[in-house]
Structures are given as C-alpha cells and as structure tokens.
C-alpha cells in the first residue's frame, strides 16, 4: 500500500488503526491512547516520503507508534507521594525482632564475601561513598572497585534469596 494522498491515509488508518491502538494500550495510560494513535498517523502522513514501499507497512507504522508511546513515556512525570504520607500497611508493620533477624542475615552474607567486596560495599552503601571515592581512598583503579562491587552484590543476593 502507498501512502500517496488522503484517501491512502484513510484507508491505512481503517485498516492498521485498531491494532495500533490495541498495541498502544499496552504502554501508555488509557487516557492517552487516542491521541497517541492521532500523534501516530499524523506522523505517518508526515513522513511518507520515507516509506519504502518494499518493506511492510504494517511494521514502519508499528515502529512509530512504539517511538510515539516512547516519546510520550519519557515525557511524563512519575507520580511520587511522600514517604511520611505512606505510612505502614496495615498489619504488616515490622518489629525490631525482624529488624535484629534480617541485620543478622545481612551481616552473615557480608562475611562470607571476599575482604575486598565487602570492602566495596560497605564503603559505598556503610560509607555512602561514590565508586570514584572508594578507588581513591582504596587506591585501586574505578573498573576494579566496579567489578568488585557487581560481583560482590551478586554474591549477596544470592546468599540472601539462599533459604
């Protein structure tokens, strides 16, 4: 199909509109999709030019609409309520009993890690140092504290998952 002239257009939308909104709705809030989907084939008439009829219609469109519904996520603000606000869910608090337990576990994984990846991570979540500070005060190079702190915390996630 050439997108050549409105009635092509037309036709394009009937036939490609309602799966371009089913794929959109997958992504982007409910309340946004219609106009995403105009957003989409506006952009479509616009840059028909581009096509290339040898190549399938349906997948440039689909990958305008998926560069749309990325435009349009990108631009949104994520909705953020203060911690303070939150508060605990309802009976599901936590005691200090948990607390001391989890702690516990927390610092038995830390000691069965390598002197020098609990040394990175200590210093950076304990010290609250970035990775170019802890190679500074470490006097190693950056790319080591890095790679000992990747291994070192999928080390602990592993013993911590471990029952």
Sequence with gaps: MRISDEESLSGCYRAHGPAVRSY??????????????QVVFADVWRSRERYDPSRSLAAWIFAIAHRRAVDHLRGRRPVTVPLEEVGDPPGR?????????????????????SHAQRQAIELA????????EI???????????KARTSRGLRRLSALLVAP
Excluded: I, M, N
């Design 125 to 132: 979540y304990f010290g609250d140092l970035s990775q170019r």
């Design 24 to 37: 959109l709705r997958r992504y982007v809030p409910a309340q946004d999709v219609e106009d995403l989907v």
């Design 93 to 113: 608090g936590r005691s200090e009993v948990d607390d001391l337990a989890d702690r516990d576990r927390l610092s038995r994984a830390l000691a069965e890690l």
């Design 135 to 145: 190679a500074e005060r470490l006097r190693v190079p950056l790319g080591t504290v």
